[in-house]
């Protein structure tokens, strides 16, 4: 991606992309419960300001949905260098049945256009696990077993951690988080299945310290 003029090479201009599914863009809850506005607001309180994050997300993308959609994004305005970019994707590669090992390639380069899109730097990437919905009212009315959800997760998550660390990426893994508490009432939306602002605001939390390393100076 181009560069800010006369900017060293090593410099991104602020701001924070956010890409990702309906964990990302907040599915059943407000705009300021989503986990990026939570976390940009976290770090606004101590006095590390990357702006509104830009969320180019949408319920039930895929990784190659979200990689068309980033296309889309992109022409409507450039994304150009941020100081922060976050990735949150796979969950529905899972649901639809794919295999992790089909999940490598498509996740792997979804990397690689969160690093340009901070500046060639993938040291100023988040990426955060795919939580486990397998613990959620949804998947029990849905007749999901749990213990086949966890384990594909798991799997998920594998390769996405891999992926992820040999890239040089923040890993952030919110997966025991999800289990521990995503069943209970008040860590859920209406529908029983996606996050609350409660969970969310748990989620941000835990990117806090790797974000707050990545932009404090």
Not at 30 to 39: D, Y
Not at 74 to 102: E, F, K, M, T
């Amino acid at each position: 991606m181009p560069a800010n003029a006369g900017a060293p090479p090593d410099r991104a201009a602020p701001g924070f992309l956010a890409l990702g599914d309906s964990y990302t863009i907040g599915e059943g809850i407000g705009p300021s419960g989503r986990w990026p506005v939570q976390l940009a607001a976290a770090l606004r309180e101590e006095g590390i300001d990357p702006g509104p994050p830009r969320i180019v997300a949408a319920t039930g993308w895929t990784t190659d949905e979200l990689d068309a959609g980033i296309d889309v994004a992109q022409a409507r305005a450039p994304l150009d260098r941020h100081a922060l970019v976050s990735l949150l994707i796979g969950v529905n590669d899972q649901y639809r049945g794919r295999a992790p090992d089909s999940f490598r390639a498509p996740f792997a380069a979804l990397l690689r256009r969160a690093a340009a899109f901070a500046g060639g730097r993938p040291r100023q990437v988040l990426v955060l696990a795919i939580p486990d919905w397998g613990v959620t009212p949804f998947a029990r009315a849905h007749g999901r077993d749990p213990a086949r959800v966890a384990v594909q997760i798991d799997a998920f998550n594998a390769v996405a951690r891999e992926e992820s660390l040999a890239a040089g990426a923040h890993w952030i893994d919110i997966a025991p988080l999800s289990r521990e508490r995503g069943g209970e009432a008040a860590m859920l939306a209406a529908d029983g299945l996606h996050p609350s602002a409660a969970m969310y605001a748990l989620w941000a939390a835990l990117a806090l310290p790797a974000a707050r390393r990545m932009l404090r100076p």
